[in-house]
């Protein structure tokens, strides 16, 4: 018996805390709760295939393996790291020899994405003949990673990061099993919520290490600092990370809140992204999103770029931090962008007719006796400056795409082009 014990009390706190029932699983109630897909699925006893999809430390291995002991499955675990085809080929043997005698397979595959096009395509088959139910988990938006045929076949269910209230329930277990109370002030318990970034695995280790090294009695923030290392930011600069925090930068400067804005580029920085697509991608926001609303945000754009590159980080990154609150806080238009997708698309459909004669140059004696060039008007002569001639081709009519707002300095250009309009139906009015 003794023996015995000691193995158990080895174990690792992770695994010992490991929810043994689907009540014990904390934070993704929107799935497992009343109303909630998984659950439903549980209550029917049916279990279809499906992808998980979430960060780490969510509780996406654990939710697959009660499915498999709720329903009397055979839970067959397989990680796309480290396995190939031989791997599959003999997971699917062994499950065709599970299904002659009457037991399904749940087949769980960590980090699915990891598979290329074919691994992934020789689900299919045993997925549709129910050989295997396939859990796929990955951290990886699976539009971008999966086939179109596995999730043609598969339901994807979001698991959510945990929060400090998920963490002060497993905290409390893992005093219950370590039959110890670790005593952490607010501030402290709060921080290592916040380093935890939503990862429960990585909360219990901590939690472990601390039973293990600190010393009696509270432990502050100080202290804790001084125990732990803290967890690296969820994000690759190369994967799903990359695009989700863009885009969240990009939205919250459209959104007008340079706080936001800050925070996600923060973020990004600190993930190791490369400046210099940060900067790219702002300078593209100053010409869609600002446009002539305000004219300066493209120069200040460049300028603020070049000033990066020439101190570098940190002191270049102040340079970046002043775009984003000039950009948020600027007035916003797409005149611009629409205008040019409309003139886009209209080049597309006319891209055929020729321009008006009147104001194509006429170098030659031949093309001046055919009439090219004749009847132009040379603006700056008018009293107004202003012909209100035709320049679009003659079988087209005149068109308007660019329609400035009434914000920043559209509105000056409002007021100009509104003017020439009421010269253009004076001096050329509709027949």
Known sequence: MSGLFERLTTRPLADRLRPKTFEEVVGQSHLLGEKGPLHRMIEKGKISSFILWGPPGCGKTTIARLLAQTNEMHFEPLSAVFSGVSDLRKVFE??????????????????IHRFNRSQQDSFLPFME????????????????????????????????????DDFRKIFIRAQKEMEKELLLTEEAFSFL???????GRFFINMLEMLYEFAPDGEVDL?????LISQKAPAYDKDRDGHYSLISALHKSLRGSDPNAALYWAARMVQGGEDVKYIFRRLTRF??????????????????????????????????????IVYLATAPKSIGVYKAWNLAQKRAAETNSLPPPSHIINAPTKLMKDMGFSEGYIYDPDTKESFSGQNYFPEEMRREEFYRPVERGFERLIKKRLDYWEELRSKKCPKK
């Open 129 to 164: 003949d129910g050989t295997i139910t396939l859990i796929g988990a990955t951290t990886e938006n699976p539009s971008f990673e999966l086939n179109g045929a596995l999730l043609s076949r598969s339901q994807v269910f979001m698991l959510k990061p945990l929060t400090e």
């Open 286 to 323: 100053a010409t869609e999103d600002v446009g002539l609303s305000d004219p300066n945000a493209v120069n200040l754009s460049i300028s603020c770029w070049q000033t990066f590159e020439r101190l570098g980080a940190p002191e270049g990154l102040l340079a970046l931090a002043e775009l």
């Open 94 to 111: 062994e499950a065709k020899k599970r299904r002659q005698i009457g037991k399904q397979t749940l087949l769980f595959v960590d980090e």
């Open 222 to 226: 100080e202290e804790l600092t001084t």
């Open 193 to 199: 919520t916040k380093t935890s970034h939503g990862d």
